[in-house]
């Protein structure tokens, strides 16, 4: 997964302004943001606050590495099971 350019401070910020009253427009030519990135933010993070996104971008990033560790270890048992299956 691409680590975001956008620290979760800074997201909790644009998406606050939106719900203030500046177009999605305006707030991507702003901070450089494409109008997609930003409604993929709104649906994952919209009525959060700055905390609460780290929470959850922290969560985000361990389950990835979690999953990472899981496929791993399904590939090595895969081989072995395929090794002892040679074997016999």
């Known amino acids: 997964m691409r680590k975001s350019k956008f620290t979760p401070t800074q997201i909790a910020k644009v998406l606050k302004e939106f719900d203030l009253g500046k177009d999605v427009e305006t707030l991507s030519r702003e901070y450089g ?24 971008k922290k969560l ?5 590495k979690l999953k ?10 895969d081989m072995a099971k395929y090794i002892i299956e040679k074997k016999l």
Not at 60 to 64: M, V
């Open 33 to 56: 943001v494409s109008k997609a990135t930003f409604y993929k933010w709104r649906q994952r993070y919209g009525g959060m606050e700055a905390s609460e996104l780290k929470k959850v």
């Open 68 to 77: 990472r560790m899981y496929a791993d270890l399904a590939l090595e048992l």
């Open 60 to 64: 985000e990033e361990e389950n990835a």
